[in-house]
């Protein structure tokens, strides 16, 4: 959480003038020996970010109200007691001992120490210590000092504080020390207070998309709508290759509607390519930019902590997003004099006048009505879309219609009633928001219903046009002009078509049995939405037209499809009209073919531009409509169009000058990777990466591979730095972000000095005359290398350093004053084998389960990780928490990792296939057909207890 200590927020703390350079706060500060056995040190943390809190806690608080005047509320408290603390050089029998306490407690914003001394307690002789300046009080690290009173008393009051009252106590043995200078925002903390308020992701993430491959793919579907708030401020590490204004800039889209259990997603795109995406548990309004509570966490513990396992544990309650299984929408088109373009891609055009059905779909749960309506075009022998009506059903039934004004304007209305679009910040558009539906008014009016359906209506040159997108729940459940599976069709379905603007309650059931042409849902042949367009020609009853049939026949075929008296829109037409005869394009060719030779070269030979320019004579709306046929095609395109796929983990983990290099891979056709080169990093076309880190400025780093035509794919890059001269002395558990770029600095290893003679013992006299003794002389280990290096190459010289530093206290029970120690004089020294020594070093003391023992060449024995050899699988992330290591397993590519240990790959076959080769196939079964290995069970903490708080005396 990080202790708030004088400015900053400490990780670590070891009294003070305030020039300190490490943050400390001292209980009583002198030297204290428990060599002996005698003694005893206890800690205990109290984590108290919930509302249960231990009495202790509540005592705490209660004496920094009351002695401080503050309100106060402990979010962590840290208990030391120190019990019999003998003084250095202790004795077996000592009973000269302190014992005293210190308390460090902290809201995230403000942090206190409670020092206590125990009446009658403190009772070291101070007459027989050399110094005799024990400290109390702390230093800040960074210039911010204080120091009890005592500390300008005599040895007989300094020694003695269970005695006296500090200033503004009432109760002798306690002093209170604010530690930090000023108030501060605490992000860590409120990160861990948002982490320990979520629930298990199992709870809330089912049913939600995967992320759009692309940010073309994302603005066409109708799952997702642009979210301007989460834009801002950039995300860190989004530096691209090439660095150049239109890569970097960053675009975020979220779900346009919630998930039944109200969640949604979040996809963050840099230039054309996703960079990254994240569930939301709770789903936003695109009107109420100010509720933000999702993108808040992600800044205290992705942003604004600056140390990266914060946001590790952040994907623990909200998973990455990636496109593994994206699948796009379908389109189907309805425009110009009036085109058709089915849902399998089949494009006819269709000349009538009245209502029609343009599209009928259901799934499990919902159900759709779009129906169209058309009118003459002009005095031509031709007509066109002016109205649109869309119904849509689920628990609710929400109609949209638009309709043509005179001036080229679409007016809109929602179940029959005339709305207001506001500006919505968050989408920069105008827009209309109901549960079921969003409305946006750009250049076009789209309706989105539950983010499955949308409908897109533009007016150009007097006509209106349509384009209708639909998700892959559809299939095996459409029908009507746009598109043919031949599936059928649930009577709820024709059931609201019959209710005519809801001013039915309830049909009889007669209603939707037959009437129009349309028949029962059971009487409707099976069929699929197969991509097939030679079966999408099928009228109601189920018989299929031939779709190479004449421009006659087809025209029968589309006016089985007219609504007649049954007719969605809020001024229903009088009686369907049957008498207009259309004038096809055959007969447009044979009544003038120059004509039609000019037009065919205006038009780049579109069939459809040629047809509205002859057929109207107006050439301006020809190309109108070779603007919309060329739109649809790109829309399409667009949809389908995947970026290539890259393999390869993008952490990368280095000490400074090691030169690391790592080989990534892309599928797709012609790929590259997008060369960079720095002093410190290269990236060649190929995929080579190299890193030589040379220092610790700013890096941040995006894989880019592109093809001819696709959008590019991207691998956020992660660096870990250890600024040491091996891997051995680098903790990569614990990271700092260097100026929110994608560059980590890990922690080195401490490191520590000989400093503390322990004892003699077996002193033997080993000659008559009495000038050589045999001598175990025993010393504290505390080395600035590692142990085997001390062993082997360090210990005579910390030897005779230590032994001749304090020589009149070698004669400890055996009255011998000892000469100075030359190297010369140790002989027989012994050196413990790598078995023998596993033997006295353990790695369960430093609060972490599951580091292991491990032995590396002549730099000897060290505690390391599980994660630094490969705990977790296929690019998981692993951080080591105090009951073990955990993976958060990271998408990559068309792979996702699961498992604790991401040890199983799912992958996403639709998105694979589409840009492999056969070549390529084969790899990926043989991908699909390794196995993983089982994982390991984490080890559980154990819970340390302590004395509980020592009382104050009166």
């Not at 995230?108 to 400290?135: H, I, K, P, V």
């Not at 940010?215 to 709508?225: H, S």
């Not at 003699?760 to 085997?788: P, Q």
């Not at 599951?850 to 050899?869: A, E, F, H, R």
Request: proline share 7%; glycine share 6%; hydrophobic share 35%.
């Amino acid at each position: 959480m990080g202790f708030p200590l004088g400015k900053a927020l400490r990780d670590t703390l070891y009294g003070f003038i305030g020039h300190e350079a490490l943050p400390m706060v001292a209980a009583f500060w002198d030297d204290a020996d428990f060599s002996r056995g005698v003694g005893t040190t206890w800690y205990q943390e109290y984590p108290t970010l919930g509302s249960i809190r231990d009495p202790i806690i509540r005592d705490v608080e209660a004496k920094i109200q009351k002695y401080l005047q503050v309100p106060y509320s402990a979010k962590w408290t840290l208990k030391v007691t120190w019990e019999k603390a003998p003084a250095f050089p202790s004795q077996l029998d000592d009973a000269q001992t302190n014992t005293y306490q210190a308390v460090l407690s902290t809201d995230g914003s403000r942090s206190f120490a409670l020092l206590l001394y125990q009446d009658g307690g403190m009772r070291w002789d101070y007459t027989r210590l050399a110094a005799r300046d024990a400290l109390i009080g702390f230093s800040s690290g960074d210039g911010y000092a204080q120091n009890s009173e005592l500390t300008e008393e005599p040895p007989a009051v300094r020694y003695r504080p269970d005695q006296h009252r500090s200033s503004g106590m009432d109760v002798r043995g306690l002093w209170l020390f604010r530690l930090d200078s000023r108030s501060q925002v605490n992000y860590r903390l409120q990160c861990l207070t948002w982490l320990q308020a979520q629930p298990p992701p199992s709870t809330w993430s089912m049913e939600l998309p995967p992320c759009p491959c692309s940010l073309p793919q994302a603005e066409l579907d109708p799952r997702y709508r642009r979210s301007r708030s989460a834009e801002s401020p950039p995300a860190p590490g989004v530096a691209a290759v090439p660095q150049n204004t239109s890569n970097l800039f960053v675009t975020v889209l979220r779900t346009t509607s919630p998930s039944r259990m109200g969640a949604g997603v979040r996809c963050v795109y840099r230039g054309t390519g996703l960079l990254e995406g994240w569930l939301e548990r709770f789903w936003s309004p695109p009107t109420d930019p100010s509720d933000n509570g999702e993108l808040e966490a992600f800044e205290w513990c992705c942003r604004q902590v600056g140390k990266p396992h914060f946001c590790t544990r952040y994907s623990e309650k909200r998973p990455r997003a990636g496109c593994e299984e994206y699948v796009p929408p379908t389109p189907a088109n309805a425009f110009g004099d009036p085109h058709v373009t089915t849902l399998d891609g089949l494009t006819y055009t269709f000349n009538a006048l009245g209502d029609f059905v343009l599209l009928l779909a259901s799934d499990a749960h919902t159900s759709f009505v779009l129906q169209g309506r058309m009118a003459r075009t002009g005095t031509a022998q031709a007509t066109n879309f002016m109205a649109f009506v869309a119904q849509y059903t689920s628990s609710t039934t929400t109609t949209v219609e638009w309709t043509l004004g005179s001036r080229n304007e679409i007016h809109v209305l929602l179940n029959y009633e005339t709305i207001q679009f506001s500006y919505a910040q968050d989408m920069d558009a105008e827009v209309y928001y109901s549960p079921s539906v969003l409305l946006v008014n750009t250049s076009s009016i789209t309706a989105v219903f539950d983010g499955t359906i949308s409908i897109s209506v533009s007016a150009s040159s007097g006509m209106l046009s349509a384009v209708c997108s639909l998700l892959e729940q559809y299939r095996n459940g459409t029908r009507g002009l746009l598109g043919e599976d031949s599936a059928s069709i649930p009577s709820p379905l024709l059931q609201h078509r019959c209710r005519a603007r809801g001013k039915v309650p309830f049909p009889p059931r007669s209603c939707w049995q037959t009437h129009g042409g349309l028949q029962s849902h059971s009487e409707f042949p099976p069929g699929v939405w197969n991509d097939n367009p030679a079966d999408d020609f099928q009228m109601p009853n189920g018989t299929n037209v031939p779709v190479n049939s004449s421009e006659e026949d087809v025209f029968s075929y589309g006016m089985t499809w007219a609504v007649g008296e049954h007719s969605l829109f809020a001024q229903p037409l009088a009686a369907p009209v049957r008498t207009f005869n259309p004038i096809f394009l055959s007969q447009l060719r044979q009544e003038n073919k120059s004509q039609y030779q000019l037009a065919a070269s205006q038009c780049r030979d579109c069939r459809e531009c040629i047809y509205d320019m002859l057929s109207t004579g107006d050439v301006a709306l020809g190309l109108a409509t070779q603007s919309l046929v060329g739109d649809f095609q790109k829309r399409k395109a667009a949809l389908n169009a995947f970026p290539p796929i890259i393999t390869g983990s993008p952490l990368l983990t280095a000490f400074r000058t090691e030169r690391v290099t790592r080989q990534y891979r892309a599928t797709g056709p012609g790929v590259r990777f997008v060369p960079h080169v720095s002093p410190e990093l290269n990236i060649s076309e190929d995929g080579t990466l190299t890193w030589e880190p040379r220092g610790t400025a700013p890096l941040s780093i995006t894989l880019q591979a592109v093809s001819p035509h696709l959008p590019p794919a991207l691998l956020q890059l992660s660096f870990t730095l250890c600024s040491c001269r091996s891997i051995q002395q680098c903790d990569y558990n614990s990271t700092t972000t260097i100026a929110s770029s994608s560059l980590q600095v890990s922690a080195i290893l401490g490191s520590l000095e000989v400093k503390v003679f322990w004892s003699n013992a077996n002193i033997t006299r080993m000659t008559a005359d009495g000038l050589t003794f045999a001598v175990v002389a025993e010393f504290t280990y505390n080395s600035s290398s590692f142990v085997i290096r001390f062993l082997n190459e360090e210990l005579t010289a910390a030897i005779t350093t230590a032994f001749n530093g304090r020589r009149a206290r070698r004669d400890v029970g055996a009255h011998l004053l000892f000469a100075r120690l030359h190297l010369d004089n140790i002989t027989d020294l012994v050196k413990l084998s790598v078995p023998e020594l596993r033997h006295y070093f353990s790695c369960t003391l430093s609060g972490y389960e599951g580091y292991q023992l491990d032995y590396v060449g002549t730099v000897g024995l060290i505690c390391i990780s599980p994660c630094k050899k490969g705990y977790c699988q296929h690019g998981g992330r692993c951080q080591h928490l105090p009951e073990g290591p955990t993976c958060s397993c990271v998408p990559f590519s068309i792979f996702s990792p699961g498992g604790a240990r991401c040890e199983q790959l799912a992958v996403s076959l639709t998105a694979f296939i589409s840009i492999l080769d056969q070549g390529d196939l084969l790899e990926a079964a043989a991908i699909l057909l390794c196995r993983s290995r089982d994982p390991t069970s984490c080890p559980q903490i154990k819970a340390l207890r302590s004395p509980s708080m020592l009382c104050s005396q009166q």
